[in-house]
């Protein structure tokens, strides 16, 4: 079904599928898995990804998938797989537990043809650099939590239903350039297409169908600005970016692709915050005959300035993973409002 994960990387943006397989890993560690779901600190993951596989940067050579089983001392397991979806997951879960595969559905393998790699420009790979200052921390946001948050922000502008994504952005947007101590701060959105091109893209389709769009914001901004600036920006990526992609219209995506790379590049007194959001990804699904997750998360990413968004397990909280500075952590987790939404690495359990 995925056969291109068995493949090597030809360079930044193709794929040679040539069976050459996926990496197994299979470690063993004295402590229980209950250790963790009782401090799930981000920083004491590290250390169960063996050689950072998680953050490597591309190599020409390199495996599309890592998959990592880690054995405890008391028999539960944590697995880890790298560079790929959650669909692939789901579907892996299902053929080991349903004796009627037909009921699977094949991925779509067509995402090459949404976007067209002959006449684009290079886009910078991210490098991965490990930065003993950067500082990876947990903060859980509740379901009621956020409901009071999505209350108070409607109470008090046009905005538009706001969404949990939106809401919790927003406020960890104001507290990091409080604690940054900068005059702006841009936040850079990774948006699925699959659901936005024109004609959508079918769920499964396989391969990075992601794009950017980019929240100006500063530190006079309210929260409820900053909400209000961010659905302003999706309804304009929706309606004048995700159509075009859809219509491979090349010299558009090419112009995009320029955008983003030069954002605030030349500006010293911004900074650029970046969001990926995993919620409602159906991260939970996966049942291997186990049963579910009791917990899906990633380790510390090395990326300054940056905070991945996973559903909790009931599926209506939020749980952030910001990486920043270790001195401007520590005053991003005292911040007041902050702490008024959100608890610091709560117990699993």
């Given amino acids: 079904m995925y056969y291109p994960f068995a493949g090597r990387f030809k360079d930044q943006v193709s794929i040679e599928c040539n069976d050459e397989g996926v990496t197994l890993l299979i470690t063993r560690t004295k402590h229980a898995l209950s250790d963790i779901l009782k401090n799930p600190n981000p920083q004491f993951m590290d250390p169960l990804f063996a050689d950072e596989l998680q953050w490597k940067e591309i190599d020409p050579r390199g495996t599309i998938l890592a998959v990592q089983i880690n054995c405890f001392a008391c028999g539960g397991m944590a697995i880890r797989d790298a560079a790929t979806l959650f669909n692939f997951v789901k579907d892996w879960a299902a053929i080991t537990t349903k004796s009627d595969k037909s009921q699977i559905t094949f991925p779509n393998l067509n995402g090459g043809s949404i976007l067209p790699i002959g006449d684009l420009p290079n886009y910078p790979e991210v490098m991965f650099v490990n930065d003993n ?7 859980v946001f509740e379901a009621s939590k956020i409901e009071s948050l999505k209350a108070m922000v409607s109470s008090s502008s046009s905005s538009r239903n706001p969404t949990r994504v939106q809401v919790v952005s927003a406020l960890i947007h104001k507290s990091a350039i409080s604690a940054m101590n900068k005059p702006s701060l841009w936040l850079r959105f990774a948006a699925n297409l699959r659901t936005r091109t024109d004609p959508p893209m079918p769920a499964k389709t396989v391969g990075n169908m992601v794009w950017f769009f980019f929240v100006p914001g500063t530190r006079r901004d309210e929260l ?51 969001v990926a959001s995993w919620c409602r990804f159906g991260v939970y699904e996966g049942d291997f005959g186990w049963g579910k997750p009791i917990w899906v998360t990633t380790s510390g990413c090395p990326v300054k300035n940056s905070v991945v968004l996973v559903d ?14 270790e001195n401007d952590m520590a005053l991003f987790e005292r911040d007041v409002q902050l702490g008024m939404f959100a608890s610091i690495n709560p117990s699993i359990m």
């Fill in 224 to 274: 409820r600005e900053v909400v209000s600036q961010t659905q302003e920006r999706m309804s304009e990526f929706r309606e004048v970016c995700a159509g075009k992609f859809g219509r491979n219209d090349v010299s558009f995506i090419s112009e995009c692709l320029k955008t983003a790379t030069s954002s605030g590049g030349n500006d010293e007194e911004m900074v650029m915050f970046y």
């Fill in 133 to 139: 200052n950067v500082v990876c921390k947990r903060f």
């Fill in 312 to 325: 909790t397990r009931d599926g209506d909280g939020i749980e952030a993973l910001v990486n920043m500075e």
